[in-house]
C-alpha cells in the first residue's frame, strides 16, 4: 500500500463523535479506495463502531486515547494541558508524517493553537486563516478568513488573497480566480485604512493575482468573485449571517407549505423541485474549513454535522493533499518578492 | 388642517426618481389621510406626475429645485456643494420646523453628512447610526449600525444599544426588547476589546436595557434578539451578506422550478405558497434606513426601490414622528446618568 494516502482523524470531537466519525470514514473509504485512517479516540468506542464496515476495519488503525479536548475549553489551556488527546495526538501524526494531514469537528480554537504550535506555519505566512466554500449564483467561492484573526493588518490580509488565490487553483481547479476584499462599498476610498492599504498592494504590487478591488456582503453569494477576502470578524459575522439566513429562509418555506390543504398539496408535486433546492445548498456539501498556512493540511468539520458532512471534510483534506496545496503555497510564496506582499517602509538612516 | 403631519420628500434621489417618490407618496396618502408633503425637485417633472392624483395634488406643495445630489459625489462634496440640491433643502425644511421628518432614496453618504450637519445629533449622542428592520423567525429585528460609523469605542455601541433599545419600544412596541452585540461566539471572553467593554457595561451599568449578551451572526435572523448592535463596518457586510443570500435562494427556487416538465406543473400549485413566501420576506417591506441620533427624523430608503418600498419607506418616517422616537430618546437619555453610558476613568489626581 505505498500509495495509499494517510489521513488521521481526532474520532472524539464534536457534537456526534465519534458516531459520525468513524461512519463518515466509511462513506469515503466507498468512494477512495486508496485512503487510510488513523482514528483517535476512546479505543472501546471505537472498535466496535469500525468493526462494522469490514473494508475501513482493515485500512484503519485504531490509536487509543484517553483525553478529549471539549467544546468550552480555552486554546491556551487546551494546548497546555490536553497533550494527550485526541485532537493533539492526531495533528502530532501529521507533524510526524503518519498522516498527510487531520480532519476534526471539535473545538476550532484549540485546534488552530495547537495546530498552529504543532505544525508552525509555512515559510512567509504570518497567520493562519480559517478559509470555506460557499455556494454562489456562479459556482463556489472561498472565503477567508473565518475567525482565526479578529484584527488583520494590510499584509495578513494580501497574504490571505495569495492564499485564497491558491486555494481557488488548485483545489478549485479554477485558471484564474478572481479575488476580491471585502469591504462597506467599491469605492477606492472606502472602509479603514488597512483595508486600502492591502487594496493598492494586491491592485500595484506585482502580485500574480487577478484582483477585481473591494466588493460588498452581498456579492458574496451573488458570485461576484472566486475568493473573498476579509478579516477574521468580519468572515465570521458574514459566514454565520449567512447561515441564519438560509435556515430562515428553509423554516419559511416549510411553514408556507403548511400553511393550508392546498399549499400541502402542492407539497407532494413540487418535492423533487424543492429537493433539488436542499441538495444545492445543503451545509453538509460546503462542509470543511480549510487551516490554510499551516504546515500539514488540517481541516475543521463543523461540529454538529452528520457522517455524510463529515466525509465531505475528509474529502476536502483528501484535496488539499492530492492537488498539492502546500507545496504550491511553498513554492509561490518562495518565488514571491517580499517586497511585494507589503508596502516599502522608509529606509533607516544610514 | 392643523393635525395634518409633513413629511418633506427629497423627489431627485434613486434610481427611479422622481417616479417613484411621488408614486409612494400617493400610497401613503391613501392610507394616512392626514399626512402631507413637500416635494423637492424639478418642478416641471414633478408637476404633471403630482397631478396624476387630485388627492395628492391637494395636499402636496412642490418646491422647485434644480440641483441634484448624485450617487457619486462624496458627502463632503456635496456638503461643500449642493446646498441647493432638493436632498439639502428638504433636510432644510426639517430643520426650520416645516416638515416632521424627511425621506430620501439619494446618496446615503451625503444624507447622512448634511443630516448631522443642518440638524445637529441630540444631546447625549455622540454619533448618529444608521438602523434597519429586517425579518426574523421571531418577528422583526432592528439592526444598528448599519455604515455611519466603520469604527466604533464601547461607548459608542453603548449608544447605539440605547436607542435600538428605544425605538424597538416606540416604533415596534415591544415592551421590553431584547438586546445582543454581535460578535465572533458568544462567550465573555471573545471578541475586540471595545466590544468586551460595552458588553461590561450593558450588563452592569445599570442601563434599562434587557442585555442577554453576544449573539453571532446566525442570530440575527434566527430571531434571538430584537436588536442587534454592531460597528457600521460589520452591519453593513452583514446586512448586505442576508440580501445577498436572499437573492442566491430567490434564484436558485426560480431555476429549480423552471428545471423540468413535472417542476414546471408543481410551480403552478405552489404559487400562492410561494407568493406567500415572497410576501414575508419582500425587501420593500423592510426598506427604510433610519437615521437615528439626529434632531429630526430622517430616512433613507433603498435607491431601486419601487413605489411600494419608498411608501414604506414613507411610513417608517412617519411612526417615528408618531410614535415620538427622539423625544423618548431626549427622556431616557436625559435622565441616565452619563457614567452609565461608559467606564468610570480614573479620577485625576488632586
Do not use: W
Amino acid at each position: 500500500m505505498d500509495t495509499a494516502l494517510t489521513i488521521a482523524l481526532d474520532a472524539m470531537g464534536g457534537d456526534r463523535a465519534p458516531g459520525i466519525v468513524v461512519e463518515g470514514a466509511s462513506l469515503v473509504r466507498q468512494r477512495s479506495p486508496n485512503v487510510r485512517f488513523i482514528l483517535f479516540g476512546d479505543e472501546k468506542q471505537l472498535r466496535p463502531l469500525v468493526a462494522k464496515d469490514p473494508q475501513l476495519l482493515e485500512h484503519t488503525e485504531i490509536r487509543h486515547t484517553s483525553e478529549v479536548v471539549t467544546n468550552d475549553m480555552k486554546p491556551s489551556m487546551a494546548l497546555r494541558n490536553a497533550r494527550q488527546s485526541s485532537m493533539r495526538l492526531a495533528i502530532n501524526a501529521v507533524q510526524e508524517g503518519e498522516a498527510a494531514g487531520i480532519v476534526s469537528a471539535g473545538n476550532t480554537g484549540a485546534l488552530m493553537a495547537m495546530a498552529k504550535f504543532v505544525l508552525k506555519t509555512l515559510t512567509g505566512i504570518d497567520r493562519p486563516a480559517i478559509a470555506t466554500f460557499l455556494p454562489s449564483m456562479r459556482g463556489d467561492v472561498v472565503m477567508l478568513d473565518l475567525g482565526a484573526n479578529l484584527e488583520c493588518n494590510a499584509s495578513h490580509l494580501v497574504q490571505f488573497a495569495v492564499m485564497g488565490n491558491i486555494f481557488a487553483k488548485t483545489v478549485l481547479g479554477l485558471p484564474e480566480p478572481v479575488v476580491g476584499l471585502l469591504n462597506v462599498g467599491e469605492e477606492e476610498l472606502k472602509g479603514h485604512e488597512d483595508l486600502r492599504e492591502a487594496a493598492s498592494i494586491l491592485r500595484e504590487g506585482g502580485l500574480p493575482i487577478k484582483f477585481c478591488g473591494f466588493i460588498e456582503g452581498n456579492d458574496i453569494l451573488e458570485g461576484a468573485v472566486d475568493v473573498a477576502v476579509t478579516d477574521g470578524f468580519t468572515g465570521n459575522v458574514a459566514l454565520k449571517a449567512t447561515e441564519g439566513v438560509s435556515k430562515f429562509y428553509t423554516q419559511v418555506l416549510a411553514e408556507a407549505f403548511r400553511s393550508s390543504l392546498l399549499s400541502r398539496l402542492s407539497y407532494l408535486l413540487a418535492r423533487p423541485t424543492l429537493r433539488k433546492v436542499r441538495q444545492r445548498v445543503d451545509p453538509r456539501r460546503y462542509n470543511g474549513a480549510m487551516m490554510l498556512g499551516l504546515n500539514g493540511v488540517v481541516v475543521k468539520s463543523h461540529g454538529g454535522t452528520d457522517a455524510l458532512g463529515f466525509a465531505n471534510a475528509i474529502g476536502v483534506a483528501i484535496d488539499m493533499v492530492t492537488f498539492g496545496f502546500n507545496d504550491k503555497i511553498i513554492r509561490d510564496f518562495g518565488s514571491l518578492d517580499a517586497g511585494n506582499m507589503s508596502r516599502p517602509k522608509a529606509a533607516a538612516p544610514a
